[in-house]
């Protein structure tokens, strides 16, 4: 490729490092691999996730007595743990995969004095740190399900930066608020999850007793008289009354 700025040797050295001896070649090359291998990693933690929510779902086609037992309690668990372990190693893996592409990229535009840069560094700042960020919400998807937290009202698997880094100020606050309890030798107790499930309780009891005031109504008997179906002078001389 041609260059107008032309190749600095003393930044490719400083910051290429061990890929500074590299050539432009073999520098796209290791740059391209590791950059469908991040988002290859992207869509392993996905499919985790989807499997992980395919567990809840399938709850409900279960008897509550099974899904309630403490063996199978246990083995959708451990059956959660062994997807966050697989998630966990593709953001380990997908970490050292994009530091690894930024030396490339370092030699490239160092080394070889590349002009369009820009576009090397926004592909790899928008889709591959943002696969990172998408992969570490999974993991907190996961801890927030393995550790019984109240679910947050926003999407945080694979959910865009602002939203993972919300979702992880939850946690925290959520084990915060479990260890303050503990020191004061109290039982942790979610405030909102409680007044969400009181609101759903008092909305149930609502449309209970619409439903038997409306089967009251309908049951309610009517008294006609003979043929003309108009109310008898007994039910008038009462309803006057």
Known sequence: ???????????????????????????????????????LLMCTASIYN????????????????????KHYQAKTRHTRERYLVVVTLCLMASIVSVVLEAFALFNIEYCDG???MQLFWGFWS????????????????????????????????LGTP??????????????????????????YRDEDSESSNSEGEEEANDEEKGASSSRWRSQAPTIVGPGNGTATPELRRTSTL
């Open 126 to 157: 928008i889709l591959q740190v943002g696969s990172i960020i998408a992969i570490f919400g999974v993991m907190l998807q996961f801890w927030i399900v393995l550790g019984s937290h109240e679910h947050p009202s926003w999407g945080v698997a």
């Open 50 to 69: 989807h499997k992980s929510l395919n567990l809840g779902l399938r709850e409900k086609d279960l008897p509550a007595a099974l899904v309630k037992s």
């Open 1 to 39: 490729m041609s260059s107008l700025n032309g190749k600095d040797v003393r930044r490719c050295l400083h910051y290429a490092r061990f890929m500074s001896k590299l050539s432009l070649h073999q520098a796209l090359v290791v740059f391209w691999i590791l950059f469908f291998f991040v988002l």
């Open 114 to 116: 590349e002009d369009l």
């Open 162 to 187: 602002v939203l993972v880094f919300a979702a992880l100020a939850w946690i925290v606050r959520a084990i915060s608020l479990r260890a303050l309890a503990r020191l004061r030798g109290q039982a």
